[in-house]
């Protein structure tokens, strides 16, 4: 069972480059989730998904997108890097938010020159 | 929205010793989350509260939820170097127009020093 599954681990972009995050769970999770984290700081939401085709906005969604058309992939897309995205992003997965555990990724650390 | 504030931000102790982390909703908490990170590394999944009252232990960390479902407490005894890492609580919003988020505290970076 592989969990939650981010790719690339790392990356470096210039400014004004475009990327997409890949996150993959194979739970069958509804909910799933992508975080920002910025040195010393905890979590910032910056979407999130309740089911395939639905998605909604976080705490901190702009410069992001994100679409869900599969209840396995959640991808989240940088269009024009800016070096305020300089991060370490986190995809999760959960079953049932507040009732059961949330699972996550290892993580993309993700700098913008 | 659900506005989680940890306190201490920072703490630095001796192994051996005793500590505590607090958690403090504006709001009633549906469940309550707290996940240790090592630097540089992914979430580890500590353990999950939700009902007042509650309390769980796993090895020297326990977790209680308060009565009033609004705070709780991580409680480390006779800490250790492998338990230093930055731990995180954890809400979910279970009504309302944003159902379904799962918000997170800035977090507590934990020292141990021999």
């Known amino acids: 069972n592989a969990g939650v599954t981010q790719t690339p681990k790392f990356r470096i972009l210039k400014i004004g480059q475009s990327m997409t995050l890949q996150c993959t769970q194979d739970?069958?999770?509804?909910?799933m989730y992508w975080y920002r984290q910025d040195p010393g700081m905890g979590l910032k939401l910056i979407y999130y998904?309740?089911?395939?085709?639905?998605?909604d906005k976080g705490e901190v969604p702009n410069g992001y997108n994100v679409s869900r058309s599969t209840t396995e992939d959640f991808p989240l897309r940088l269009e024009l890097a800016a070096p305020s995205q300089t991060s370490v992003y986190f995809c999760?997965?959960?079953?049932?938010?507040?009732?059961?555990?949330?699972?996550f990724g290892q993580g993309t650390r993700l700098t913008v020159v | 929205s659900q506005e989680l504030e940890q306190s201490p931000q920072s703490l630095i102790v001796q192994e051996g010793k005793n500590l505590t982390i607090n958690c403090t909703s504006s709001?009633?908490?549906?469940?309550l989350y707290w996940y240790k990170q090592k630097y540089g590394e992914g979430l580890i999944f500590l353990m999950m509260?939700?009902?007042?009252?509650e309390e769980k232990s796993h090895e020297k960390i326990t977790a209680k939820l308060d009565e009033k479902k609004q705070q709780s407490s991580l409680h480390i005894t006779a800490s250790q170097p492998s338990h230093a890492g930055i731990y995180l609580c954890?809400?979910?919003?279970?009504?309302?127009?944003?159902?379904?988020?799962?918000?997170f505290g800035r977090g507590t970076q934990l020292t141990v020093w021999p």
């Open positions: 998904s309740v089911g395939a085709g639905i998605t």
């Open positions: 999760a997965s959960i079953y049932s938010p507040g009732n059961t555990e949330a699972f």
């Open positions: 954890g809400a979910a919003n279970d009504r309302g127009s944003t159902l379904g988020r799962l918000y």
């Open positions: 739970m069958n999770h509804n909910y």
């Open positions: 709001k009633t908490l549906y469940g």
């Open positions: 509260l939700q009902k007042g009252g």
